[in-house]
């Protein structure tokens, strides 16, 4: 089935620094979405990405849709104690299934 | 505006016994889709419902069905239940397909 790899697995920052994680996929998708869970509750939508080579911000984060429509990567900037969680990436193809990522599990130290 | 609901939150069952979860979405969303998340396999699609009808269906047992009723509120169950059921169950809703899905809490089931 299709998979995605996401990286990295863990992340530990420093307040204030800027963090950048990605997924990619062998299959292509024609939707690309970001999600942020916090412990004990569902997954929020962060960015959600419908055109290769889109490129689109919500606040501190930036997400873009790879040209090849394999990959997809997240920018965080000037990250926050709260931006702590876990971060999925998640493709969409031609069915309204959602395949997700592992996740990246964020830690920032204040 | 609320969000989509889940019931219960918790739930703890015995090998062998069935379970029912229960989804209401948010309101107008015709769309609703079923998760499993476990700490091993992570965030697995179980099956998708639009206006009543399961449209999708990913590679989970029989043991694992779905319904949708009429006014979009979806119930999931899982008969003779396994330890391996234990997860976190999953609840998203969107206006149609491909868009916007938006979760819920979910419920965390054990099976002990």
């Known amino acids: 089935g299709q998979q995605l790899n996401q990286s990295p697995q863990s992340m530990f920052i420093q307040e204030g620094e800027d963090v950048s994680m990605n997924c990619t996929s062998s299959?292509?998708?024609?939707?690309w979405l970001w999600y942020k869970q916090d412990p004990g509750e569902g997954p929020v939508l962060l960015i959600a990405l419908y055109k290769a080579g889109e490129l689109t911000s919500n606040g501190r984060l930036t997400a873009q849709f790879g040209i090849t429509r394999k990959d997809s990567f997240l920018n965080i900037s000037a990250s926050i104690p709260s931006d702590v969680g876990i971060y999925f990436c998640a493709g969409q193809g031609g069915s309204e299934k959602l395949v997700f990522g592992k996740g990246t599990k964020l830690t920032v130290n204040p | 505006k609320a969000g989509v609901t889940q019931t219960p939150r918790y739930l703890i069952k015995t090998r062998g016994q069935q379970v029912t979860l229960s989804c209401s979405p948010i309101?107008?969303?015709?769309?609703v889709s079923w998760y499993q998340q476990t700490p091993g396999q992570g965030l697995q699609f179980l099956f998708e419902?639009?206006?009543?009808?399961?449209?999708n269906k990913g590679n989970f047992p029989g043991r694992f069905s779905g319904r949708q009723f009429s006014n979009s509120r979806s119930e999931m169950n899982v008969s003779t239940l396994e330890l391996g059921d234990s997860a976190l169950y999953l609840c998203a809703s969107s206006p149609d397909r491909g868009t916007g899905y938006t979760f819920g809490s979910g419920t965390r089931l054990t099976v002990v």
């Open positions: 419902y639009f206006s009543e009808t399961q449209r």
């Open positions: 299959s292509i998708f024609n939707t």
């Open positions: 309101s107008g969303h015709r769309s």
